[in-house]
């Protein structure tokens, strides 16, 4: 695996979630604040989230890396 493509990747997962706490996230929390939520739930809500981008961004670099590796033989 190129070291320059994963970062570039990287940076994509990283961006995607900032866009997804400013415009998904932070209108929910608005909303559970005035219902009630416990706090250590909106931890592991957002960990989870988290954790799912990074693995769907792993498994694309690795099957991306694959399949440019074909094309160049």
Same mark, same amino acid.
């Given at each position: 695996?190129?070291?320059?493509?994963?970062?570039?990747?990287?940076?994509?997962?990283?961006?995607?979630l900032?866009?997804y706490?400013?415009?998904?996230?932070?209108?929910?929390?608005?909303?559970?604040?005035? @219902?009630?939520?416990?706090?250590?739930?909106?931890? @592991?809500?957002?960990?989870? @989230?988290?954790?799912?981008?990074?693995?769907?961004?792993?498994?694309?670099?690795? @099957?991306?890396?694959?399949?440019?590796?074909?094309?160049?033989k």
């Amino acid at each position: 695996m190129q070291w320059r493509s994963f970062w570039r990747h990287t940076r994509t997962i990283f961006e995607t979630l900032v866009i997804y706490f400013l415009l998904i996230q932070g209108p929910y929390d608005l909303w559970i604040g005035k @219902i009630g939520y416990r706090f250590s739930s909106y931890v @592991i809500d957002i960990v989870g @989230i988290t954790v799912l981008f990074v693995i769907v961004e792993l498994v694309y670099n690795a @099957i991306r890396q694959i399949v440019v590796k074909r094309r160049s033989k």
